[in-house]
């Protein structure tokens, strides 16, 4: 019983053999299309990649004003050298996504008192989610485009 199935009887009466050949073309020509479509899409996902880097364990932080925010579960916490400005209180859209946008308008005013600044340090407590952590450092890559992430201290 080769396929575990009858497949009806031969004109004779006897019974036909199980066995039969499979027809492999259409399964191989099926994978090589399907692995070509899988090599060229996988190219896009590589366009919309974070650069973070990772400050502490040895890193230096970079020459300047040292602009930080502070991202816990109820505020974000913006210090430029030891300046803090106004801690800003976690606010939630409809969805339940951090709001950014006041953040946003604060990173922008930090950027025209600082010109010069590129870098910002997040830190963010271990509490935050991190889709909240990847909106902070979305909001903040427009104005400062060196991020990096280190453990709040």
Known sequence: MAGGMELGTSSKGGKRALDSALNLV???????????????SAVWTQLNRL???????????????SLRVRVTE???????????????MVTRDERGRLATES????L???????????????????AVKYEDLIRVIDAAT????????????
């Open 26 to 40: 259409p399964f191989i020509d099926l994978m090589a299309v399907l692995i070509v479509f899988l090599i060229m």
């Open 51 to 65: 650069q973070v880097s990772q400050m502490g364990s040895g890193a230096s932080e970079p020459a300047g004003i």
């Open 74 to 88: 109820t505020s974000l916490q913006v210090s430029a050298d030891s300046a803090q400005q106004p801690a800003l």
């Open 103 to 106: 953040l946003r308008r604060q």
């Open 108 to 126: 922008a005013q930090l950027k025209r008192a600082f010109p010069d600044t590129t870098a910002i340090t997040i830190e963010p407590e271990d």
């Open 142 to 153: 427009p104005s400062f485009p060196s991020v990096s992430v280190s453990p709040a201290s």
